[in-house]
């Protein structure tokens, strides 16, 4: 699984957002049964409603956290806003899906105004349940200093996807 670090090296997912890590658990994030992998395109139109997430590692006594954040706020070649979160889900026991998690942060849609965004979803393991508090604002959101607040540790996987504004000609 080491190799499964390496687009988010070259997406800059590890240094703008996360420190480096070895990825231990899958994960999957689909949108309208199109899974999410790193560095790709999706249209804002396909990511109105939230997605599926799958935790396809672990066992149903582990608990997890997911985070979605957009890094690149206003825009990527300025973000001074970084980071915006979109989502937060605790409480996911391993070997299910967000369903069974607590949604601390409600979905945010992704809405990018300025150039190609970043859209990140990262995995933490929980030490134990019901241990994780919601953020001050979704502004200005920091992934690592959430982790270390919450006592998560290192992400067990991540994954990213890329979308900008729409046009009417992008859209057809």
């Not at 991540?158 to 859209?171: D, G, K, L, S, Y």
């Amino acid at each position: 699984m080491a190799r499964s670090a390496e687009p988010l090296v070259v997406g800059r997912v590890i240094g703008d957002v996360l420190e480096y890590f070895t990825p231990s658990i899958k994960m999957t994030v689909i949108y309208n049964n199109k899974q999410v992998c790193n560095g790709h395109e999706l249209f804002p139109s396909a990511v109105v409603s939230r997605p599926r997430v799958e935790i396809l590692g672990g066992d149903m006594r582990n608990f997890f956290t997911l985070v979605m954040t957009d890094p690149d706020v206003p825009g990527p070649s300025d973000p001074y806003l970084r980071e915006h979160l979109h989502w937060v889900v605790t409480d996911i026991p391993g070997t299910t899906d967000v369903t069974f998690g607590k949604e601390l942060v409600s979905y945010e849609i992704p809405r990018p105004n300025i150039g190609i965004h970043r859209f990140v979803f990262v995995l933490f393991k929980q030490k134990r349940r019901q241990t994780v508090n919601p953020p001050p604002s979704r502004d200005q959101f920091n992934t690592r200093n959430f982790a270390t607040e919450n006592d998560l540790g290192e992400p067990v996987a991540a994954v990213f996807f890329n979308a900008q504004r729409e046009t009417a000609a992008r859209r057809r």
